[in-house]
């Protein structure tokens, strides 16, 4: 998918929601776990309810890696079922990969071609001949880990180096690599104060934004200091939707929590 046709989408949709599937066999209801592959009968519903809420989904692919070759057959059931059905959303695989240059490619190949994933998450830390297999692909787009929104993000990535903080000097390097317009940022939610900062250094680029929801950032906040003129952001929220309840009324319970970041959402979009 272009960045045009994504932009185009939070247009009609009012919305730069992104829903976070990271299906746990723990957390899902119960009345589920009798079909064959529970991971995609929850996923499923979640998506036919918030498709019209929501301009983007993302598998977190731990949540399916830890189930085996069963949890990798839900994983890719759920992303054919998107681009059949909702082949306007756009899908990011968070998988947060990164490897020396023949591994990458085989990574960026098995997410972008196989899976046809219209973006993967990468970690910057293996450097230029790690990330730029990934940006080889035309319309496909790398989503590189900016600045996180865990505690841990303090131990490195904020580090002053040579004078600048690490985050700033892996962002505007990043800018120099092959084919970098292919490349969107993860900045967390959970960092509202450091968006000024980082849009000095990428005004243009797509942020995805996780970490409202569950982890406590503030989505006002974050769209006040990161919302670029073609808005720039995918908010993901994963637990705060998906998990809403665990009863037979789970998918309402979902679609109600989805709607309200929507409609918070479209409330930023009418006052910016
Ligand atoms: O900095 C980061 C990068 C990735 N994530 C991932 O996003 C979701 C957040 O889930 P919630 O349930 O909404 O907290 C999850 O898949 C994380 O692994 C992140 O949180 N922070």
């Given at each position: 998918m272009t960045t045009q046709h994504l932009i185009q989408q939070i247009h009609q949709k009012q919305s730069f929601l992104c829903v976070g599937l990271d299906v746990d066999l723990t957390k899902?209801?119960?009345?589920?776990?009798?079909?064959?592959?529970p991971i995609f009968e929850f996923n499923k519903r979640i998506i036919d309810v918030t498709h019209d809420l929501a301009v983007s989904y993302k598998p977190n692919t731990a949540f399916y890696e830890a189930y085996g070759i069963k949890g990798w057959k839900s994983l890719e059931k759920t992303i054919r079922y998107i681009n059949e059905k909702y082949p306007d959303i756009f899908t990011i695989a968070d998988a947060k990969r990164g490897d020396i240059g023949n591994t990458s490619s085989m990574y960026a190949k098995a997410f972008l071609e196989d899976l046809d994933f219209d973006s993967v998450t990468v970690a910057p830390y293996m450097g230029k001949d790690s990330v730029e297999p990934f940006l080889a692909f035309e319309n496909k787009h790398t989503i590189m880990l900016a600045l996180?929104?865990?505690?841990?993000?303090?131990?490195?990535?904020?580090l002053e180096v040579n004078g600048e903080e690490l985050y700033k000097k892996v962002i505007a390097t990043s800018k120099t690599w092959k084919n970098s317009q292919n490349l969107m940022y993860v900045v967390g939610?959970?960092?509202?104060?450091y968006f000024s900062e980082i849009r000095k250094i990428i005004p243009d680029s797509f942020l995805l934004v996780p970490g409202v929801g569950a982890q406590g950032g503030s989505l006002s906040e974050v769209c006040c200091y990161g919302m670029n003129t073609n808005v720039g952001l995918l908010i993901n929220s994963s637990r705060g939707i998906i998990y809403a309840a665990s009863g037979m009324d789970f998918a309402e319970k979902a679609r109600a929590e989805a709607l309200k970041i929507q409609q918070e959402m479209q409330r930023i979009l009418a006052n910016r």
């Open positions: 899902i209801p119960e009345h589920l776990l009798q079909y064959e592959d996180t929104s865990n505690e841990g993000a303090f131990d490195f990535q904020t939610a959970t960092k509202a104060e």
